[in-house]
């Protein structure tokens, strides 16, 4: 089984994968970088304003898939 | 794995940890009939829905209770290591199934169901100590629901090493901690919750901070009292590290 990578991105701070996964294909690797994502979004969007994270996904070659969420809260009264 | 003879010291000395026991009620439990099994690595050695008529008590390494939905993703719901007897109520309550998988080699003594009656059934004591494990795995249990639902990913795989340290009995202080851990971010993704990738990543930021490292099947912590902090870990719930005048003798 390929052997795939998942770098995370949150704003400008970059943390590189130096373990991996062995999963089946690609579509699996993209399940668990949708997952992935979603969990990074849990963890750091409540209280933040606008915020930019990613998963990278590569296999031993090279760059296979890149995932993006942009979050941005907008008040509409200004806040106390 | 060394050609090492197992008993089930290990089995005694967790029921001893928390309950009194008398000397004959002792040799009753180092006296019980075992079957032993040596088990490779993530083999399921309890296969799902399987109905048991032997309790397995753990004599080396490292074991989880597990169930799974209906695509096969494994949610770990226990970790058992040497000393425990993960499925102990199936002697009372025969027809639940307990699927169990090693996480490391381990070394498992399954003992009859009908041997464990009958110490019981002889002494008190033992129905209580049983009784007493038993319940320190449901309270584990209630832990975990609240880690799993309620806490964020560096809070909860602190908390679940808080928990696996002093059940190693490692040494309460502020110093230094280390303990046998071989489990990968693959078992603690399926132990908390979380993904791999986010198991990693939490990992990498609670070492980076001084609070634990995992390496060479090793869990290192540098300062005890910080990472209870950070794990709002509360260990009273385990019933370990008890002193001999606080173990528990109620029911006769």
């Given at each position: 089984m390929p052997h795939y990578f998942f770098d995370t991105r949150d704003d400008e701070e970059f943390i590189s994968d130096d373990v991996g996964l062995e999963l089946p294909e690609i579509q699996a690797a993209a399940k668990v970088a949708a997952q992935s994502l979603a969990e990074l979004a849990l963890e750091v969007l409540p209280g933040a304003a606008e915020r930019c994270i990613g998963v990278d996904v590569r296999d031993e070659q090279r760059e296979v898939l890149t995932t993006e969420l942009t979050y941005k809260a907008v008040f509409h009264y200004p806040p106390a | 794995m060394h050609p090492v003879t197992h008993d089930l010291q290990p089995f005694l000395a967790r029921l001893t940890n928390r309950s009194r026991l008398n000397e004959a009620e002792q040799k009753a439990i180092l006296g019980l009939p075992t079957h032993f099994l040596h088990v490779d690595i993530h083999r399921d050695f309890v296969p799902l829905d399987t109905v048991v008529d032997h309790v397995s008590v753990v004599a080396e390494g490292f074991v989880a209770r597990f169930g799974q939905n209906a695509e096969g993703e494994r949610?770990?719901?226990?970790?058992?290591?040497?000393?425990?007897?993960?499925?102990?109520?199936?002697?009372?309550?025969?027809?639940?199934?307990?699927?169990?998988?090693?996480?490391?080699?381990?070394?498992?003594?399954?003992?009859?169901?009908?041997?464990?009656?009958?110490?019981?059934?002889?002494?008190?004591?033992?129905?209580?100590?049983?009784?007493?494990?038993?319940?320190?795995?449901?309270?584990?249990?209630?832990?975990?629901?609240?880690?799993?639902?309620?806490?964020?990913?560096?809070?909860?795989?602190?908390?679940?090493?808080?928990?696996?340290?002093?059940?190693?009995?490692?040494?309460?202080?502020?110093?230094?901690?280390?303990?046998?851990?071989?489990?990968?971010?693959?078992?603690?993704?399926?132990?908390?919750?979380?993904?791999?990738?986010?198991?990693?990543?939490?990992?990498?930021?609670?070492?980076?901070?001084?609070?634990?490292?995992?390496?060479?099947?090793?869990?290192?912590?540098?300062?005890?009292?910080k990472l209870v902090e950070r794990g709002e870990f509360e260990a009273g719930y385990l019933q370990a590290g008890l002193q001999p005048g606080e173990r528990l003798r109620i029911v006769d």
């Open positions: - | 949610q770990i719901t226990a970790l058992h290591i040497a000393g425990d007897a993960p499925d102990l109520h199936t002697v009372v309550v025969p027809s639940d199934t307990v699927p169990l998988q090693a996480l490391s080699r381990a070394a498992i003594l399954r003992v009859p169901h009908t041997a464990l009656r009958a110490v019981a059934a002889r002494y008190p004591a033992l129905a209580e100590a049983f009784w007493r494990h038993s319940s320190v795995d449901a309270a584990i249990t209630a832990r975990w629901v609240v880690n799993v639902g309620r806490r964020d990913a560096k809070t909860r795989l602190s908390h679940l090493l808080c928990e696996m340290a002093v059940r190693h009995n490692v040494q309460d202080g502020d110093g230094e901690v280390t303990f046998p851990f071989p489990l990968t971010q693959f078992h603690l993704g399926d132990a908390t919750g979380l993904t791999p990738v986010h198991v990693n990543r939490s990992l990498k930021a609670l070492a980076a901070q001084g609070f634990v490292t995992l390496s060479g099947r090793m869990a290192r912590i540098p300062n005890w009292q």
